[in-house]
């Protein structure tokens, strides 16, 4: 896979990183994928780019290869072919994220992004840092529930047993299922799993990696395999974890806003406020300063929802069109010299 895309993305110090839970912070090192320092001002990381698709690599090949999950990877590339994109497609990579409105700290998941933070502590001298994940959640009348809780435990190949409400589904379908399911390439959870202070509530792996990045389980979060891999071995017992919905994300780098936005996990009882809340957000952004902004263009933003950064303020600069050159011999050129025409009266008179 070709791909024109910043240096700090390149994933060559990837193994050394996740192995041994540290990243270098000497200005010119690489960091893995998804893995960023915090800005010093603005809420911005990463960056948007392209890559060319080789041989007979599907769309979402390219997403788990490059720290994306599914609707992103769809939303970025509506025209593309999920199965059979074609070698030598061209393929965005939606890697830049406004950071979530909520505290630096620990684990935080936003439901609406199917996105989770994680911001480690950071050791005397080293660059403080953010890493970021696609993840799946749960699925309409499962979900995933909102909140701060914290991790409490966790599992290296876990055992499985199916909730009393699967199983007798599964009954009533003619396909028993077992009261546990063990370790293995069968099992849902994966290799590895963190456990929430919410009873049954977990953030694990998964056996099926195509799913990451939709709206498809039965409350828990899922990750790729190699991510909660590295976030098991990092993140210790007791790691505070805060759950959002934030659908509408408002962001500075240098002197432009951004904004962001996404379909909300769950249907919400407080639907106006909801709505409005991008707005306060703006305000909150640009404080007593508001400028001009196009709020039509934020509408429009809202309604698409398709997660894409979309700078609202300075507002583009208006397109000068070029005055039109009237071609030799043109209709002009007839009018003005034509015998009789208007030239040849202004002379006469």
């Keep these: 896979m070709s791909a024109s895309r910043p240096l700090w993305l390149a994933p060559l110090a990837l193994g050394i990183a996740l192995a041994s839970g540290s990243l270098l912070a000497d200005e010119g090192s690489e960091w893995p994928l998804g893995h960023y320092p915090l800005p010093e001002d603005g809420n911005i990381v990463g960056e948007r780019y392209t890559v060319e698709v080789e041989g007979d690599e599907t769309l979402l090949d390219i997403a788990r290869a490059h720290n994306v999950g599914y609707e992103e990877i769809r939303a970025a590339n509506p025209e593309v072919s999920i199965w059979i994109p074609g070698d030598g497609t061209e393929v965005v990579i939606p ?5 979530p409105d909520a505290p630096r700290e620990g684990l935080v998941v936003n439901l609406a992004e199917l996105r989770l933070y994680y911001y480690p502590p950071s050791a005397n001298g080293e660059t403080p840092r953010v890493e970021t994940y696609p993840i799946g959640i749960g699925r309409e009348g499962f979900n995933t529930p909102l909140g701060t809780t914290e991790t409490t435990m966790r599992l290296e190949d876990p055992a499985w047993y199916p909730p009393r409400s699967m199983r007798e589904e ?40 195509d799913g990451i990045g939709m709206r498809a389980s039965r409350g828990c979060i899922r990750m790729y395999p190699e991510d909660i891999e590295h976030l098991y071995g990092n993140i210790p017992n007791g790691t505070a974890v805060n759950i959002i919905d934030d659908h509408f994300k408002v962001g500075w ?13 769950e249907q919400r009882d407080d639907a106006l406020t909801h709505l409005l809340a991008p707005f306060d957000n703006l305000h909150q952004a640009l404080g007593d300063d508001l400028p001009d902004i196009d709020y039509g263009q934020v509408r429009e933003i809202m309604e698409s929802a398709n997660g894409e950064l979309v700078a609202v303020y300075p507002p583009p600069a208006p397109v000068e069109e070029e005055p039109e050159v009237p071609e030799p011999g043109g209709f002009y050129r007839y009018v003005l010299d034509a015998p009789g025409g208007i030239y040849q009266e202004l002379v006469a008179g």
């Design 170 to 209: 599964a009954a009533e379908r003619g396909e028993p299922a077992p009261a546990v399911v063990p370790p293995g390439p069968d099992n849902p959870l994966g290799r590895h799993a963190i456990l929430l202070d919410i009873p049954g509530y977990l953030i694990h792996g998964t056996n099926m990696p």
């Design 253 to 265: 780098e240098e002197d432009t806003l951004y904004v962001q936005a996404f379909a909300p996990a």
């Design 95 to 99: 890697a830049k994220h406004i950071l």
